[in-house]
């Protein structure tokens, strides 16, 4: 089974441009399918790519469903089209069955200029969000808020005078 998602260039300077995510499903020993990123293909090439066959290992990182929001568009599950990566809708619109609710994005094999290629662990790794620093300040500078409204309440506090004496 093959599905793909419309989607915009994964980074790479070698395999870019409009093109679409290669989604296939595969069924692990246990019975379980998990829907599998095999990479991105150029809309040039599209066409001529055919779906895997037979027992592969796959390896890759497992990511969360990608979640829809007012800009995105309507799925297309005629021409096998789909805007956000959520594996359950993907299957649902196919007619594949149950999948687990979590895709995975396979590793780039050989040289990565054949696509489907998959993900370059250091192109996944660059899109990790690494706010800690953000963090760190907006927490710092909170308590640092707190001392100084602790602060002026003290002084205030000091500077009134005592009703009984």
């Known amino acids: 089974m093959r599905t793909t998602i419309a989607a915009g260039p994964p980074g790479s300077r070698q395999l870019s441009g409009f093109g679409r995510w290669i989604f296939q499903g595969f069924r692990l020993d246990d019975g379980m399918t998990i829907l599998v990123n095999r990479g991105f293909v150029p809309e040039s090439r599209f066409a001529a790519i055919a779906p895997a066959t037979g027992a592969a290992t796959v390896t890759g990182y497992l990511r969360a469903a ?22 359950e809708a993907i299957a649902a619109a196919l007619g594949i069955g ?10 780039r094999q050989g040289d990565g200029l054949t696509p489907p290629a998959g993900v370059d662990v250091n192109e996944l790794i ?25 602060a002026a309440y003290a002084l205030q506090a000091r500077r009134r005078p005592d009703p009984e004496g």
Not at 71 to 85: G, K, M, N, S, V
Not at 98 to 107: D, K, N, R, S
Not at 126 to 145: E, M, V
Request: without cysteine; hydrophobic residues 40%.
């Open 66 to 87: 990608e979640t829809r929001n007012s800009f995105t568009p309507a799925d297309l599950p005629q021409q096998r089209e789909f805007y956000t990566r959520d594996p």
């Open 98 to 107: 149950a999948v687990a609710p979590l895709y995975l994005e396979a590793e």
């Open 126 to 150: 660059a899109r990790i969000p690494d706010n800690h620093l953000q963090y760190a300040l907006t927490w710092w500078g909170l308590a640092l808020t707190l001392i100084g409204v602790f």
